[in-house]
């Protein structure tokens, strides 16, 4: 699975459909009002009956930019007023006194990740007031790999604020670039040199950081080969542990700030096709290994580890380590996946401020997975994270037998096997190494939602 992919240009072009990522199955186009606090508070009850204590994962969304990215389809809120950090704060600190009593003390946390927005809108002094808030009413693992992360713009964080990360506890950071062509970051807003992104790389190493991820995306406009092959270049020299490669999806009518980025300067699908192609080249080249989906790491990481050891796990963080966690979501639009649920805060901050002001669970909508459901969820899951479905392995954890349960989805792999993407073995269904790159279309074929009748078109990005 975590070779790079062949790439295979008239392959991806007839197979660039639009679909869901699955950061979840089902995905949150099915989650409803129905799931509501106190669904959350029998589903948190529930999870706590395990023998063995169960890891708990923490997300708290942080939702503030100073400045406008015309890419972004983030939940974020722009603003240059600082006094609006100590208001949120002072929220989410409330939210965690009243959604961690639900757990048990005994249920240490494993990982820890600050996402955005841009969590370092945050000065040190509020991030550290968080971390004592979570280390006040959640049990911190003492493990070795225990795994704090955070999201961060380099533009706005320096040497001194990668330090007091560190003595906080933080290992992980993710550093948003995305380009470093000066035509491209003018297209999209977002001017960031070359020299202030290493000096956040080297900090963090510095520091003890045991991982840094960078996130960059082709699609953009005034995107080329030369320029993002430059880019490329420069960040493969920096060496980061992981490497995230998104596509950019355009979809304005759905995000904002995608209407300031003037359309004809946006790649056309087969010059898009050949940004990609020279990123798996380029990150082949130098050793990095394929986790799935937009995900590369290099081979001592510990998301090559965990694939190799049946603990990758992905959610809407994207891929993670540490696969046994129920996860709890903080702040504005945050999402939890907490036994066999899913539950969502609400997108909008007046909503989640006023239910957290009533001293209520900010629960906006959720969905409890029926039997078929979490059957679907565990194969999209094993194909997301290694490249194939143990079939053996779903008939005895189900009590199913798989030909005939998934009779109709077989039937749509039909296709998908044709063209080489698909291999169906006795025992397993294997994503080929032409497929890799395809894994959502893939998984789609098993979503029971997809192929329902729908009264309202549901919008996805498409997979390249």
């Known amino acids: 699975m975590n070779s790079i992919p062949p790439f295979d240009g008239d392959l991806l072009r007839r197979y660039d459909r639009p679909g869901p990522r699955y950061t979840s199955y089902p995905t949150a186009p099915q989650f409803s009002s129905a799931f509501g606090e106190a669904q ?39 603003t240059r007023d600082h006094s609006r950090a100590d208001a949120y704060l002072a929220r989410l600190v409330r939210e965690i006194a009243l959604v961690a009593p639900l757990f048990d003390r005994d249920r240490d946390v494993i990982q820890l ?75 999209v807003n977002r001017i960031q040199s070359v020299e202030e992104t290493l000096a956040v790389v080297d900090a963090c190493r510095k520091h003890g950081f045991r991982s840094v991820n960078i996130d960059l995306i082709y699609g953009l406009p005034g995107q ?13 020299a920096a060496r980061p542990d992981r490497l995230a490669i998104y596509s950019y999806a355009h979809m304005p009518q759905l995000f904002r700030p995608q209407k300031q980025i003037d359309e004809s300067l946006l790649p056309d699908p087969e010059a898009k096709l050949g940004l990609l192609q020279l990123a798996i080249e380029k990150l082949s080249a130098a050793g990095y290994r394929y986790i799935g989906m937009d995900h590369f790491a290099l081979p001592d990481d510990e998301l090559s580890r965990a694939q190799e050891h049946d603990g990758l796990h992905r959610n809407f963080m994207g891929y993670t380590t540490h696969a046994d966690c129920d996860l709890i979501g903080l702040g504005v639009s945050a999402i939890s996946h907490i036994g066999d649920s899913y539950s969502q805060n609400p997108r909008d901050l007046p909503g989640w401020e006023a239910a957290i002001d009533s001293g209520r669970l900010p629960v906006w909508r959720g969905i409890t997975l029926d039997a078929d459901d979490v059957l679907r969820a565990d194969l999209i899951q094993q194909l997301m994270c290694r490249g194939e479905i143990d079939i053996p392995a779903l008939e005895q954890r189900h009590g199913i037998d798989f030909a005939g349960y998934f009779h109709d989805d077989l039937a749509r ?9 698909v291999a169906i073995e006795p025992t397993r269904i294997l994503a080929t190494s032409r497929g890799r790159l395809l894994l959502r279309i893939i998984a789609a074929c098993f979503d029971r939602y997809l192929h329902q009748p729908r009264t309202e078109p549901v919008r996805f990005s498409k997979a390249i």
């Open 113 to 187: 990740h600050l996402g955005g927005g841009t969590p370092n809108f945050l000065n040190a002094g509020q991030l550290g007031e968080l971390m004592e808030s979570f280390s006040r009413h959640f049990h911190f693992s003492a493990s070795r790999e225990r795994d704090f992360s955070i999201e961060l713009d380099p533009r706005f964080v320096g040497a001194s604020d990668i330090e007091a990360l560190a003595f906080m506890g933080f290992n992980r950071a993710s550093l948003g670039v995305q380009d470093f062509d000066p035509t491209v970051q003018a297209a």
């Open 40 to 78: 959350l508070r029998d589903v948190a009850k529930l999870s706590n009956g395990d023998p063995i204590p169960r890891r708990l994962s923490l997300y708290a969304h942080i939702p503030f930019c100073f400045s406008p990215c015309f890419y972004c389809g983030c939940n974020r809120i722009i």
């Open 224 to 236: 080329n080969r030369a320029g993002f092959g430059r880019t490329l270049d420069t960040v493969v």
């Open 413 to 421: 792999l039909r296709e998908l096997v044709a063209d080489g993407l």
